[in-house]
C-alpha cells in the first residue's frame, strides 16, 4: 500500500496563502486520480480538489480561483496552492487517492485566523 504524508500546513491570516505538499512511499503513476481532501471540527471529510494522471482538475466550488492542485509523478508528490485564505478553510488537510485507495495519513492542520 502507498503510505502518504502531508506536510506545509500552519497558522496564517485571513487573505493568507500556503502550499501544501503531499509525498508518496512509492510511484503514484499507477493512481489514475489524486485528491486533497479536508476536514473541519464535528464535519465530515470533504474532497477539496483532484487531479488526474493527465491533469484534468476539479475543486469544491468554495475554493475556486483560490485553491490549485498539481502533481508530480516523477517526485511522487501532489500540492495544494491555496491562496486568499478564509476562516472556513481551517480544517485538517489529507491527500489520498480520488477515490481514496490507501490508507488516510495523519493529514495537516491548517488554520486561518487573524
Known amino acids: 500500500q502507498v503510505q502518504l504524508v502531508e506536510s506545509g500546513g500552519g497558522l496564517v491570516q485571513p487573505g493568507g496563502s500556503l502550499r501544501l505538499s503531499c509525498v508518496a512511499s512509492?510511484?503514484?503513476?499507477?493512481?489514475?486520480?489524486m485528491g486533497w481532501y479536508r476536514q473541519a471540527p464535528g464535519k465530515q471529510r470533504e474532497l477539496v480538489a483532484s487531479i488526474t494522471n493527465g491533469g484534468n482538475t476539479n475543486y469544491l466550488d468554495s475554493v475556486k480561483g483560490r485553491f490549485t492542485i498539481s502533481r508530480d509523478n516523477g517526485k511522487n508528490m501532489v500540492y495544494l496552492q491555496m491562496n486568499s485564505l478564509k476562516p472556513e478553510d481551517t480544517a485538517v488537510y489529507y491527500c489520498n487517492g480520488w477515490p481514496p485507495s490507501t490508507p488516510w495519513g495523519q493529514g495537516i492542520q491548517v488554520t486561518v485566523s487573524s
Open positions: 512509492r510511484s503514484i503513476f499507477s493512481i489514475y486520480a
